[in-house]
Each structure stands twice: as C-alpha cells, then as structure tokens.
C-alpha cells in the first residue's frame, strides 16, 4: 500500500470507531501530536500534586487527611498511566522526566496558581478536578487505545476527587461566616483559572482540527467549557456563593449559562514561565527527584546483588 | 538517569476471570515491579492477582500487521525443546477499558512459533491484538501476599465516589430554594 492508502485505510477506521494501537500503522504527525499531548497531561498529574501535597500535614481531621493522602496518590498514579500510554508511542521514560525536570515540557497551567487556604482544597476537588473530568470523559473516546483505556481508569477514579471537593465547598458554604468567607475566596481565585483549563478558544487552537480529524478529541473546547459552567454556575449560586464574573447570565434561549470574557493574556503569562509559583512548582519537582536519588540507588544496588546471588 | 526495564502488568479482578494488561511500570526486578503494580494498579479493591512480565519478553502483533507481514514465521519445529508460552488477545473494540485478556496456553520453541500455533489454536472471533510471552518469564503475586497486598484497600472506602452524598444534598438544597 502507498502512504496516501494507507492513511485512507487509517481514517476510515477511525471512522468506524475503531482504536488505533501500538503497532499499527498511524501518521507521523498523529504519533508526534499524541507523544505531546499525553506526556504534557502526565506531567500535569505529576505536578498536580504539589498544590495540595502542601495541604496533607496541614488537615484539620483524620479523615480529611486520608482523604487528601489518597487524592494525591492517585494523581500520581494518574501519571503513570499516561507514561505508560506515552511510551506505548515511542517516546521514553526517560526523555519525557529529562524534559520536564529541564523546563522544556509544559503541564497544566492551572497548578503555577498557589494553594492559600485549606478552602482551597475543597475548590480543586469541585472545580479543577470537574473540569478535568469534563475533557477526560471526551478523550476516553480518543482514537489512540492506550490513552483512551488510561482515560477510563482515570475517570473511574476521579469521581472520588470531585465528589469530596464539593462535599467540603457545600459544608463550608452553609457554615460558619469564616468558613463561607474562606470558600468563596477560593472560589474566586480559582474560577478563571480553571474555565482556561480547556484551553484556547477553537478559532485561536492551533493543534484543533487536526486532533479532531484523527479522533484524538472529539469535541471543541469551547463546547466542554460552556458545559463545565452550565453544570457549576448554578450550583455555585444555590450555596449562596457568588461568582467573579459580571456578565454571567442564563441565556432562556439555548439554556446555557453565558460567560464574560476570558483574560487569555493572562494564560500566556502563566504559561510562558510567570505566573505565581511556575518557579516553586520546578524546584519543588527538582528536589523530589534529587531526595529520592538514594532509593533509586538502593534498589538498582538489591537488584544487582540478587542477581550476582543467583549465579 | 537511566530508566529502569519496563514490566507489562496483568490483573485479575475477579474470581473466575482471565488476568487482562493494565498498562506497565518500570523496577529494577520483577519482585521490585510487582510492588510498583500494586501501588500504580490497585488503589482499589478490585484485585485478587497481579502478574507483571518483562516487556522485552512479550513478542506482539495487531492483526494490521498479520495482514500485510508474514515474514517474521518459522517453519514449526516439534523436535527442539517446546516450553509452555501464554496467549493474550484483544477481543473487542468496544469503548471499554479492555486491552489484552489471558486467553490460555501453547507449547513451542519460540515466541514466533508460539504465536502461529496460537493462531491456529485460538483462531475464533475477530482478535486485534495478539501477544505471547513465554511462562517463566512472569512472575505472580502468591496466594500468600494477597491478603496483604490487596486487602488494604478495601477498607478505605473515602476513595470511593458513593461515599460523598452530594448530589442528593445539592437536590434538597436546590428544591428549598
């Protein structure tokens, strides 16, 4: 077969729905578009640790302490699921870790925006982790089977984040005057950030058409943001919270709830290297690699004397 | 930094089911990544048994590239000495989080041969994937180590969404406003 019958035979299974995996044959552009994409989201479940890693010894009961250790093993197993489905395309371990210890590899910028009170962490569970679950829940319908299968696993087990996060926004909301003080200072930290989470309007995507071509995504991110705030905006207003946008509106005629615009100058600024804790957050990364050098050595070392003891 | 060997892990949910591949870890031995599948893989109760195998000894095909390349078959060969590999397919293209099952076992004398007797052998359906590998080169969690490797998280149910009663108390917030 030439290229051009195969990259017909390519999308027409695609069309058919049918995953592409490992092995198969797939444009150089598909596999290179996806090596970005999945390791930029391993890194972001990586990264997103940190935010509320800083939380854990801080916990105002057990319960929420074990709860917050657990959310945040998870992310970190979320990060191996998609190394894994990074690696399943060609690209190493190795290279992608290099890249984002380096500086070179973006993540999420929603995570260089600092966690300041313990109203924050509620705030991520409902908000950060529900917008991610809105985009996840349209890439498990990606193309690629092993980012799709990593999508579902991840999924399946970030309903937990979400659903603690809003039980605590819900209880500090109709609690004291401090605490609905404390959540709805969060909440209006945390809002734009996270309505940028689903990235550049279609029209400004550069990578849009194509990954919606090959099935990588299939839907616009204007279409998974007008859902998220068509879920949350009124929810948000029966706790009695406010949020910092003026011209959020219900529209009666397309039943969405309209939102003003977006300060993407500020997304560039945080993305290129100077938000509030891009800094924090890479030193932050650099030093866990470095404090955990010792325990790579020790078991690299177990496992050369088991296998010097088995000759 | 080097990376470590990377390990295909497989898991059995159930009592009565095949293990099916999760996705990989990497270690430095198999004991080591055994451990790390558990960590990765089980964070919930949903696990009786862990495999994990040497990425390196999994010997793999779509069925795209059955289709346009034979030339990596043997001629079969029942004389030299035969060692037992395992099957795993994939079955299905559904949206589900399927990959490749445990789907049983063929004698042979190569990861090659191994795989065209288990095209012979396991020839029903319409398989995507196919991969063999040979069976020492798994190593499995011990009925022994599953108590004390799964049975912990079973009792953190707070990772569980049903725990959190949210979309029945936002009902009766929103129905009182």
Known sequence: ?311 | MSQWPRYEVFQQDKEGRPHQNAGSVHAPDAEMALQNARDVFVRRPNCLSLWVVPAAAIFAKTAQELAEDDTWQEELDSNTDQETYYVFQKQSQRRAMTYVTHVGEVEASSPAQALQRALQKYKGGTPYVWWVCPARAIFRSETADVESMFAPAHDKTFRMPNEYRVVAQMYEIRQGE
């Open chain 1, 1 to 311: 077969m030439s290229e051009e019958e195969k990259l017909q035979e390519f999308e027409a299974r695609i069309a058919r729905g049918e995953k592409i995996e490992p092995g198969d044959w797939m444009p150089a552009e598909y596999r290179r578009q996806l090596i970005r994409m999945i390791s930029q989201h391993a890194h972001s479940e990586v990264v997103g640790m940190l935010p509320e890693g800083a939380w854990i010894t801080r916990a105002p009961n057990l319960r929420r302490k074990l709860i917050l250790l657990a959310k945040v093993q998870d992310e970190g197993g979320h990060g191996q699921y998609l190394y894994h489905a990074a690696e399943s395309l060609g690209a190493t371990r190795e290279e992608m870790i290099d890249a984002l210890l380096s500086g070179r590899a973006k993540y999420s910028n929603i995570f260089n925006y600092p966690s300041l009170t313990w109203a924050d962490i509620g705030t991520i569970g409902w908000l950060v982790d529900g917008a991610a679950i809105v985009n996840q829940i349209m890439l498990a319908q990606s193309s690629y089977g092993p980012y799709s299968r990593a999508m579902v696993r991840i999924c399946a087990e970030e309903g937990f984040h979400k659903k603690q996060g809003q039980e605590m926004v819900m209880r500090y909301a109709k609690g004291t005057p401090k605490q609905q003080a404390m959540i709805q200072d969060a909440v209006n930290r945390w809002w734009w950030p996270t309505l940028m989470m689903f990235g550049l309007p279609d029209k400004d995507s550069p990578h849009h058409e194509i990954l919606r071509r090959w099935g990588v995504k299939v839907r616009s991110n204007d279409d998974l943001r007008q859902e998220f705030v068509n879920e949350l905006a009124p929810q948000l207003l029966a706790l009695g919270l406010t949020i910092p946008d003026p011209d959020l509106h219900h529209d009666e005629t397309t039943g969405n709830w309209v939102y003003g615009q977006i300060d993407w100058d500020e997304f560039w600024r945080v993305i290129s290297g100077n938000g509030p804790m891009n800094k924090e957050r890479m030193a932050a990364r650099r030093q866990a690699h470095e404090d955990g050098a010792w325990v790579r050595e020790a078991l690299e070392a177990y496992a050369q004397k088991q296998v010097a003891g088995s000759r």
